[in-house]
C-alpha cells in the first residue's frame, strides 16, 4: 500500500506506488499537460511503471512527489510535491495535473499543504519553485503558495522565472495560515 503522507480539506495526498503507472502515463500523454514542463510522454504504460518502480526521493530524502487524490471521489487528480535536488542542493515544488481538474483550485491547496509539511515536518529553510515564464497558471500558484519571484532563468531553453519562500517567510506572511 502507498504511503498516506498527509491530507487538506478536498485532498490526500500520498506516496506514488507502481499500480499508478496508468495515470502517470495518461497524464503524460495529453500535450497541454506537458506544454510548460520539458518532459516528454513516456513511450509506454510499462515505462511509466518503471519510472514509479525506480522513483527514490521517499528513500534517499524523506520526501518527493506525491499522487493527489480526491477525498470524496477517490479520483486521482495529478501529483503535487516537493523534490531535493541535491546537484543544486535545494528543494523545490512541484505540480502537474489532469486538465479536467485545472482551474478549481487544486494545485493552489496541494501547493500550500506541501509547503507546510516542507516547514512544519520536514523542517526544509528554504523551498523555491519554477516555471515557464509563459506558463501563467503555474506562475500564478507558486505565488497564491506564498512564493516570490527571484529572477528570471533558463527553463529547458525557454524564459524561466524562479521563485523562493524561506521558513521565516512562511512563519511571518503566509495568506493561508
Known amino acids: 500500500m502507498p504511503k498516506f503522507i498527509f491530507q487538506t480539506e478536498r485532498l490526500y495526498l500520498r506516496e506514488f506506488h507502481p499500480d499508478d503507472a496508468f495515470f502517470f502515463y495518461t497524464l503524460n500523454e495529453d500535450p497541454e499537460v506537458l506544454k510548460y514542463t520539458g518532459d516528454a510522454p513516456f513511450s509506454s504504460l510499462q515505462d ?58 487544486y494545485a493552489t491547496e496541494a501547493a500550500q499543504a506541501c509547503i507546510q509539511h516542507g516547514f512544519e515536518q520536514l523542517q526544509l529553510e528554504i523551498i523555491v519553485g519554477r516555471a515557464m515564464s509563459a506558463n501563467i497558471a503555474s506562475v ?38
Open 140 to 177: 500564478k500558484v507558486l505565488e497564491k503558495a506564498g512564493m516570490k519571484f527571484q529572477r528570471t532563468m533558463n527553463f529547458d531553453g525557454h524564459d524561466g522565472v524562479y521563485y523562493q519562500i524561506t521558513k521565516k517567510a512562511y512563519a511571518t506572511s503566509i495568506p493561508f495560515r
Open 48 to 105: 511509466a511503471r518503471l519510472f514509479l518502480e525506480g522513483y527514490d526521493q521517499y528513500q534517499k530524502y524523506g520526501l518527493g512527489r506525491w499522487a493527489v487524490i480526491d477525498k470524496t471521489s477517490e479520483e486521482y487528480l495529478g501529483w503535487c510535491g516537493l523534490k531535493y535536488s541535491p546537484e543544486l542542493n535545494e528543494t523545490d515544488l512541484g505540480f502537474r495535473f489532469f486538465r479536467k481538474y485545472w482551474g478549481r483550485g
